[in-house]
């Protein structure tokens, strides 16, 4: 059975940083691509940032220069590091991959950033 497990939210103060992760289970081979994405109450969801199995990444724009996604190919594990946090980043945060047909979501995981 196909799983994402993330990890790493929390609460932080405005200015901080956290580091989220995401683990694909029950896959054999490297995934296309993986990313995050983020709602916030009230918002329609949205991308943070992606990235391809050949480490081709994409943000959105106000993430751009504060986050920055890694990922290790060889175990579809996936990582968002998010530095100088805004309260406008409170969110849950989703992880998410893409291999053809297939298109998986994480249950995701809460970021709050108090100001």
């Known amino acids: 059975q196909v799983q994402l497990v993330e990890s790493g939210g929390g609460l932080v103060q405005a200015g901080g940083s956290l580091r989220l992760s995401c683990a694909a289970s029950?896959?054999?081979?490297?995934?296309?691509?993986m990313g995050w994405y983020r709602k916030a109450p009230g918002k329609q969801r949205e991308l943070v940032a992606t990235?391809?199995?050949?480490?081709?990444?994409n943000y959105a724009h106000s993430m751009k220069g504060r986050f920055t996604i890694s990922r290790d190919s060889a175990n579809n594990t996936v990582h968002l590091q998010m530095n100088n946090l805004k309260p406008e980043d409170t969110a849950v945060y989703y992880c998410?991959?893409?291999?053809?047909?297939?298109?998986?979501w994480g249950q995701g995981t809460q970021v709050t950033v108090s100001s």
């Open positions: 990235i391809t199995k050949g480490h081709v990444t």
């Open positions: 998410n991959f893409e291999h053809g047909a297939l298109n998986k």
């Open positions: 029950g896959i054999s081979f490297s995934l296309d691509l």
